[in-house]
């Protein structure tokens, strides 16, 4: 696939996260940021975090950078007419494939976003936006934690006995961002065989709820209470599935089958846990506790390292319970990982992209300061430098 433009108003995570998947496969991303405003200039999310940039505008905070590595950056105030016509004067002059935004959908027509006014200027533009609950609900703003409220992953999320808890990664923001970057990919392709451009809007919700196929339609199918509520490191349905203490540590067990649970008895320590009423999942989900509590005692007498070595020649799925530091150090993603170079030239890594492709980019440009490329943007979009100085005069740009 051809390296396409992107032109995206964003902030935040979702969306600066579904643009990075574009960025990782070497299109070109132009995030735009707004002029002006009672804070610190452009996407909040620049200022969160440690600073690690070693400049004076310390606008590339730790939390900011990993998203938005691979970018180039330039800011326009489009709540102005004339700035709206510059966004659209961009669209043509740098061939935008792609324009992204996720403000909220009240603010799409006052400040010339909205898909008709932008797709009026640029015919077969693909167009996507992320939002709380999608243009139904213009006025909803959204972020991560509250939308796992409302979609019921914290009534999922946590110990029975416990209150309910976030999950510890923000999976709501990266999954609607997952599903632009997915449309966004159906759409070119639509766009190949018919020529049309499109509309796409996420809701983070919906979104979200697409994931509850586990759990939301057990509601109609006579479910207890407990399949559908916490319940901690266990799996619902799989018994025993948990995380068990060893003698040094921790390891967690995951039994899917029949089979599997014979293969686990079979291993030195862990026949007491066997029984006919026990040999099929239904009937350890009705022992469920008991089960639990003689596979915790199994495990207990075992050093890890010398039970994940027993299960795994058992061919019985096992993990150790990294840290974050341990992950970076897996031999499967050691040599996949993302690179980026801080202003000092020190290489950081940033997360492996999600599947591997041919060609993509594993080393990306530092994030780019607030407007750091306004100027060349605006150059190559075909004005003139006292055109540019003007704009900068008036306020327009930044």
Request: net charge negative; glycine share 10%; hydrophobic share 45%.
């Amino acid at each position: 696939m051809k390296a396409r433009t992107v032109l995206s108003l964003e902030q935040a995570l979702s969306l600066p996260y579904a643009t990075l998947r574009f960025a990782q496969l070497g299109w070109r991303v132009i995030r735009i940021e707004a002029v002006g405003g009672d804070g610190l200039p452009g996407d909040p999310n620049r200022y969160i975090g440690a600073p690690v940039a070693g400049d004076d505008a310390n606008d590339r905070r730790s939390y900011f950078v990993a998203p938005n590595v691979g970018k180039q950056a330039i800011a326009i105030d489009l709540k102005r007419a004339e700035g709206q016509a510059l966004l659209r004067r961009l669209l043509v002059a740098l061939d935008v494939d792609v324009f992204c935004c996720n403000t909220l959908p009240r603010r799409y027509a006052p400040l010339g976003i909205d898909y008709d006014s932008l797709a009026a200027a640029r015919p077969g533009l693909i167009w996507a936006g992320i939002s709380a609950l999608g243009p139904d609900a213009p006025d909803t703003p959204g972020y991560d934690p509250v939308l796992q409220a409302l979609a019921g992953y914290m009534e999922l999320t946590g110990a029975a006995d416990g209150p309910p808890t976030l999950a510890g990664v923000p999976v709501i923001d990266l999954k609607a961002g997952d599903e632009v970057f997915a449309q966004v990919m159906r759409a070119l392709l639509e766009r190949a065989e018919t020529g049309q451009g499109q509309r796409i809007d996420v809701s983070m919700l919906q979104a979200a709820a697409s994931w509850l196929i586990t759990t939301l339609p057990l509601l109609d199918f006579g479910c207890e209470p407990h399949e559908v509520r916490r319940s901690g490191n266990e799996h619902r349905k799989f018994i025993p599935t948990n995380v068990y203490r060893s003698a040094d540590g921790y390891l967690y067990i995951a039994i899917g089958s029949d089979a599997q649970w014979q293969r686990l008895c079979a291993i030195d320590g862990f026949a007491g846990c066997a029984s006919a009423a026990r040999a099929t999942n239904e009937g350890r989900q009705k022992d469920r506790a008991a089960i639990q509590r003689d596979v915790a005692a199994a495990v207990a007498p075992w050093r890890s390292a010398e039970l994940a070595a027993a299960l795994c020649a058992a061919g019985l799925p096992n993990a150790p319970i990294n840290d974050i530091a341990a992950v970076r150090d897996i031999p499967a993603l050691q040599q996949r990982l993302t690179t980026t170079q801080l202003p000092g030239g020190t290489t950081a890594h940033m997360p492996p992209m999600a599947v591997d492709v041919a060609g993509a980019r594993s080393q990306l440009a530092f994030a780019p300061r607030y407007g750091e490329h306004t100027r060349g943007v605006l150059a190559e979009a075909g004005l003139t430098g006292p055109e540019v100085a003007q704009l900068f005069e008036l306020g327009l740009v930044a």
